[in-house]
């Protein structure tokens, strides 16, 4: 009975972390249909983990489930990308102000090496959203810097609902350049061991003007699809 329990629970874990891979790889957007028969066949598993999976990322706010309809990955209203956006940008901006007083030699070079990234990419490619990669690797490098788990989780969590339009932010024109130069004033800041400032900077990159959320949210609408 144990055993068994024990592999339930491996299992619906097996599925939660294929349905978040494939929200990060951009195979799932906001607003998309989960086809709970296709992760059934793609992965031999029986209704029951997969029905877990589902319970576990509602609680995390990453799907919702529609009545008559089935399961979606969770889609925002203007308000709650707002609401989320904010929540965001304090929790950045509390991981920047930690990593100007804590980061280490070690965590600079990461940080620094993740920035130099950032900043090829504008000269080097045209699709911006092929960017969105690097940007993620400055900021959980900046995460590592800060020495707080918590925290971090805190941003990662919420940087996954939102994943799909920090993503097509990224796809808006001019957008890389921005964001890398913003990443190299952080960088600065940091490095200096300025807190207060390596937290305001943060919050005002990740934050976004009214304009850019509308543009941002007619961009996942235009490419949300019906079935995973």
Not at 119 to 142: C, K, Q, V
Not at 165 to 176: I, K, N, Q, T, V
Not at 178 to 187: C, G, Q
Not at 195 to 208: C, F, G, T
């Amino acid at each position: 009975m144990f055993q068994r329990g024990y592999t339930l629970g491996a299992q619906a874990d097996q599925v939660r972390d294929d349905i978040i891979a494939r929200i990060h790889a951009r195979g799932l957007r906001p607003g998309q249909r989960i086809d709970e028969d296709e992760i059934r066949s793609r992965l031999g598993l029986s209704g029951t983990p997969i029905r877990e999976a589902i319970i576990a990322l509602e609680a995390l706010g990453l799907v919702e489930r529609r009545p008559r309809a089935g399961v979606y990955v969770k889609a925002l209203d203007l308000a709650g990308v707002v609401q989320l956006l904010e929540a965001h940008a304090e929790a950045e901006g509390a991981l920047a102000y930690r990593a100007a007083r804590r980061a280490n030699p070690a965590q600079i070079a990461r940080l620094e090496a993740a920035l130099a990234a950032c900043e090829r990419f504008p000269a080097s490619a045209e699709n911006g959203a092929d960017y969105y990669d690097l940007n993620l690797a400055f900021h959980e490098a900046l995460f590592a810097c800060a020495g707080n788990a918590y925290l971090a989780q805190t941003a990662l969590r919420s940087g996954t609902i939102l994943l799909g339009y920090l993503h097509a932010r990224h796809c808006l024109p001019g957008e890389p350049e921005r964001s890398a130069t913003e990443h190299r004033r952080i960088f600065q800041a940091v490095v200096a061991g300025n807190a207060a400032d390596a937290r305001r900077l943060m919050i005002d990159h990740v934050m976004m003007k009214d304009e850019q959320i509308l543009d941002v949210m007619n961009h996942v609408q235009g490419g949300s699809g019906q079935a995973g």
